[in-house]
């Protein structure tokens, strides 16, 4: 474990009271979120569409995002889970990428990015500060499709965002996001670490012509697994419409937290609109 790694007890410094927050889902894997006075935004693909992006997979745009690059306000953070993919990380979203103040993705991704980007391996955190708010991110181990596929993929990182409380007043939030990631076993540690509120959830059970049954996301019915494993509170899930590549019908994902057990813990998220999480 580095110096900088991060546990349940791990300490949060905020302003004793609780911590306002709001999240905007602004399509795909980007959200905003303004927490206390730290304004973050996540895997930012931010291009109108349709547009088309060649690769040994291509990716397909069907629709844009609900806000476009140049409504965003100033970002202090930007939770990059990986700069290889358009879907995650497009021609407008690294132009957002260059003006925020601090980027923080894998270490592959920092060394090609440069700039205000720092390279995470799991487990490891650091601290953010903007005015009077300061939150704890601790990255987060994501696959981004089956064992064996990592070389064809590349590196994937899940964020954990503490923020709120001192141990004396107010209450501690947990945010778990977990970029583009299949399901499977060590993502169970992060439930062991952490006490999840709220989870944003990769889905879509993204899937390519050239490699078959592959899958390199979770469907709805792993993502409904995984928030049992983890225990969180609340799932928002992100990442299941927009692109062609998104093989699931997004109906699957409220039949998938329909189950007893989960009941009300699914929560969708009106594009464009600042809601208080």
């Known amino acids: 474990m580095t110096e900088n790694a991060t546990s349940t007890s791990a300490a949060t410094v905020t302003a004793t009271s609780d911590v ?15 927490i206390g006075d730290l304004t973050v935004l996540t895997d930012p693909a931010l291009d109108p569409a349709p547009a088309d992006y060649p690769a040994a997979r291509p990716l397909h745009r069907t629709a844009g995002p609900a806000l476009t690059a140049d409504r965003l306000p100033p970002v202090d953070l930007v939770l990059l889970s990986h700069d290889q993919h358009a879907d995650n990380l497009d021609r407008a979203g690294r132009e957002a990428l260059g003006r925020a103040a601090r980027v923080l993705t894998t270490p592959a991704a920092a060394e090609r990015l440069g700039g205000a980007a720092e390279g995470l391996a799991p487990w490891e955190s650091r601290e953010v500060t903007a005015g009077a708010t300061t939150v704890r991110v601790t990255a987060t181990p994501a696959r981004h499709g089956p064992e064996g596929t990592e070389q064809v993929t590349g590196p994937v990182t899940g964020f954990v965002v503490e923020y709120g409380g001192n141990g004396e007043s107010g209450s501690k939030r947990t945010l778990y996001v977990s970029g583009d990631t299949v399901r499977h076993d060590a993502l169970a540690e992060i439930g062991e670490r952490f ?7 990769h889905l879509g059970d993204a899937h390519f012509p050239a490699t078959g049954d592959l899958a390199f996301s979770m469907s709805a019915r792993e993502g409904a697994a995984l928030a049992r494993t983890l225990g969180a509170r609340t799932v928002i899930p992100l ?3 927009s692109w062609s590549h998104f093989t699931e019908d997004p109906a699957r994902i409220a039949e998938a937290f329909a189950a007893p057990d989960l009941k009300g813990r ?3 998220l009106r594009p464009g ?5």
């Open 195 to 201: 006490a999840i509120d709220t989870a944003f959830l």
């Open 20 to 34: 306002p927050a709001t999240v905007t889902y602004v399509g795909t894997a980007t959200v905003l979120l303004r």
């Open 266 to 268: 699914l929560r969708r």
């Open 239 to 241: 990442h299941y419409d």
């Open 273 to 277: 609109v600042a809601e208080t999480l």
